[in-house]
């Protein structure tokens, strides 16, 4: 029995459609990790391509055939082959990829070097289109928190300073790969402390004082990480956002800013 | 034309259901402001009864329909009409009704007495049982954020000490209709701080100076709220939580207790 | 006692920084409705506005006084009040204002006219920069469920067809004042059917034999509110999002598309 | 330098805390797999003891310190272990962990065979005291998607019958051992249809005519998985929940039910 292609037949309304595709497909995959080559951790994908004003409609199917024909090998080496056979099994002139996924890091307590593992949401947004321009559609990024003490509440204060888990987000495009461990090494340099898996009290101690010597708003720190991106002239462009659950408020305190070499 | 009543129907597997009804319902209401009489917000519902393992289904519509019939004067004094009405309508021995708003207090900074709306996250939990045990089974609570600074960390930094939001959460059986404002302003006593919505620089020193003068774990904030709350005797049950989003660690730290009067 | 303002000292970096200000503020708000004129609701800000290389920091609690001066009159027509006073007061070139809120529609069943409100989730987003573009800047938005049925499935099964409730995002920049009510209403009447509080058994027959009479793909969904929008000459911008939580699937099926009028 | 130990000082208000320790926190895990033996995945971990009342706080670092020792050794049939050493290490009378994580399968569609991973939400609670009672204490517990449709829908219309998305949430107490893949396989039969990663369009028909010969409200749906665990005499109490995602609404619909057996 042959079953009719619904999606080949002509649509209604002769729209193109910019995005169209699968949303919150969780995957296992492998991501490069500075340390152990490769790690192992689950993303979350959008996958989409556009769709031309006279196909009804795509086959949603397909894009997760193409995923899990990747299966153990979806790493960001792979994404630009990854979207060439979406675009070609699609038939379409563009495909996208977004995944988020969380990546772990040893990370050692200041004094006392104990050891523990910290979590980073990152993501890769990747695009290709049918003219093929080199690493341009690439984006990695990750989201790192931080600990910032408020300049203003240390310098107006007898003793103590307000204090505050806050999250940094860096997306980047690059001319030559960078490892998202630079992300976080250039993200936890830019706050006033950064945070800890596993802090025994010397550590605590440490950082405490670290942090009060080192007070930060958001807008410091933004700035203080694009400087450190200026810096890497294989980042042609970049964002940071600062979001700060400020410990004296309900709402928080943001700063975002953006960058575009020349 | 006479539609079949398929819920009234005997069901495959003869087992009574415990819950049935309705989830994540969003609708306006009315709660007791203990300044205004009465506080606009909206609520988001669950409402659910009890199913007699002989019937196949619970009719779905008429859970919306009692909402509606108290349109504009769901608060929490009709609240044991609402579940009588429901037990009544769907033929049930058992009514359950959960609902969660914001809800808002003008609160003034502590030096300028700048005034600003803080929101906090409250909620009821009903049930109403066959033979009714006279306000046995309300739950009023309310989420309040705060600003805890570690006793630990001060004491054994030279200066300085971590601090954050952490986020209280209290819930009551009284005999004795408690305002959610006396829930706010224990749960505000208890911490380091209370947060504002607005502080200006003579503010921002003085809840600095406080929280630093005021150190308070996790532990102690559960159990200076729960101290306050035993104080009060109209209250039966209660149960406290406080979770700190740590500014040194990206996991947050917790603390419960819960205690039943005799 | 005069506190030193550090936010106005020098930034270690002079990097232009293009958003600061608060995120996730709630407060009550007044919205236009086209029936009662006014409904009240609550909104959820994120307020910003640029800051120059010059400073170090803004002033986070003007943010807060600007809200509460208009208070009660926190309403689509005062957008550009608000965005203007934020300017001002915190010396800036540029203020941008988010809200997003729930907003409610009495709606009646299809066949016994039986009365429920519905909730949508709604949002504005303003920009204000120094030379003032007319207009140009205010999105409105709103997300709208709805029930698809997949053309595909009916057209390949001998009886039924697999359907599902679908979520569209409708957001659009006009020249003349459009409705929400008006959006509703084309999301509405481009899916299968709409979706209901409350459907008695003929109301519920009615939807399900509509649905299946009119079977739609995402992108169809898509295309046609497409269609529908173009035709009001009044929007000169809009993108349209639809997504399916696919009901033979976990993961969901989206489309979106934008189109922007010469 | 010895710093002081402020968690083991007299704390103001001697009433004992029930829980007390970390939330949130992110950590590689192993989990049993039916098939491959064990799969590597990501568990989200709540992890508490009691604090007696003559504790001041307890020591947050042991906690992470304590997962770090099993390190690549966390799976269900080490967690007693890790209950074991917390109790231990933190001199606690009781000890609880909590950890959620995503599940794997692969998945055969019903026609084509067309394989694609699905998966699904998992999780344990475990509790420890200080008497041990042998297993009473561990819940395993697994979200499945599945696909429901109405059976009021299909009897009273000429065509057609709505379906949706549905959730159902398993949790058991069980003597013998039981795997992950038992209980989603429950789940999937006790629905009017399992969801799939990938469908061609032979799969896709069978689905939906599967599903209109197979109508299930949520009633029957958590009555028929009830059955089914009844059958399972190693199971000694289990809890099942249904939440559909309304094709026809814009809320949900929902059914709990809990046996213990005796």
Same mark, same amino acid.
């Given at each position: ?10 649509p209604e309304f002769?729209?193109p $459609?910019d995005?169209?595709? $699968? ?7 492998k991501?490069?990790?500075r340390?152990?080559g490769?790690?192992a951790?689950i ?6 391509v556009?769709?031309?004003?006279r196909?009804?409609?795509t ?6 055939e193409?995923?899990n024909?990747?299966?153990d ?10 979207l060439k056979?979406l675009?070609e ?11 988020f ?11 006392t ?11 890769v947004?990747a695009?290709?289109?049918s003219k $093929?321009?080199?690493?341009?559609d690439?984006?990695?990024?990750v ?8 300049p ?17 987000? $860096?997306?980047?495009k690059?001319?030559k790969?960078?490892?998202l ?6 993200a ?5 402390s950064?945070?800890?898996p596993?802090?025994?009290r010397?550590?605590?101690?440490f950082?405490?004082?670290?942090a009060y010597e080192?007070p930060k708003?958001?807008?410091?720190v933004?700035?203080?990480?694009a400087?450190?991106l200026?810096?890497r002239k294989?980042?042609?462009w970049f964002s940071v956002?600062v979001e700060n659950?400020?410990s004296?408020?309900?709402h928080?305190?943001?700063a975002f800013?953006e960058?575009k070499?020349?």
């Amino acid at each position: 029995m042959i079953l009719p292609d619904i999606q080949n037949t002509t649509p209604e309304f002769k729209i193109p $459609i910019d995005k169209v595709g $699968i949303k919150n497909l969780k995957y296992p995959i492998k991501v490069l990790d500075r340390n152990k080559g490769l790690q192992a951790t689950i993303g979350e994908f959008n996958i989409y391509v556009d769709l031309p004003s006279r196909f009804k409609g795509t086959h949603m199917s397909r894009f997760v055939e193409v995923l899990n024909e990747f299966k153990d090998e979806i790493h960001i080496k792979n994404i630009g082959m990854i979207l060439k056979k979406l675009k070609e099994r699609l038939n379409a002139k563009s495909a996208h990829l977004e995944v988020f996924f969380p990546y772990f890091i040893e990370k050692k307590a200041p004094i006392t070097n104990a050891l523990g593992l910290m979590e980073y949401q990152a993501f890769v947004k990747a695009s290709l289109y049918s003219k $093929i321009k080199e690493g341009e559609d690439l984006i990695l990024g990750v989201k790192v928190p931080v600990m910032t003490l408020c300049p203003c509440s240390k310098s107006i204060s007898k003793f103590g300073a307000h204090n505050q888990r806050g999250l940094i987000t $860096i997306a980047v495009k690059f001319k030559k790969f960078i490892w998202l461990e630079e992300l976080i090494e250039i993200a936890e340099k830019s706050a006033s402390s950064p945070v800890y898996p596993i802090l025994k009290r010397p550590d605590e101690k440490f950082v405490t004082e670290k942090a009060y010597e080192n007070p930060k708003f958001v807008e410091d720190v933004a700035r203080t990480v694009a400087e450190k991106l200026l810096s890497r002239k294989e980042i042609y462009w970049f964002s940071v956002e600062v979001e700060n659950f400020e410990s004296i408020h309900g709402h928080n305190a943001y700063a975002f800013l953006e960058i575009k070499r020349d």
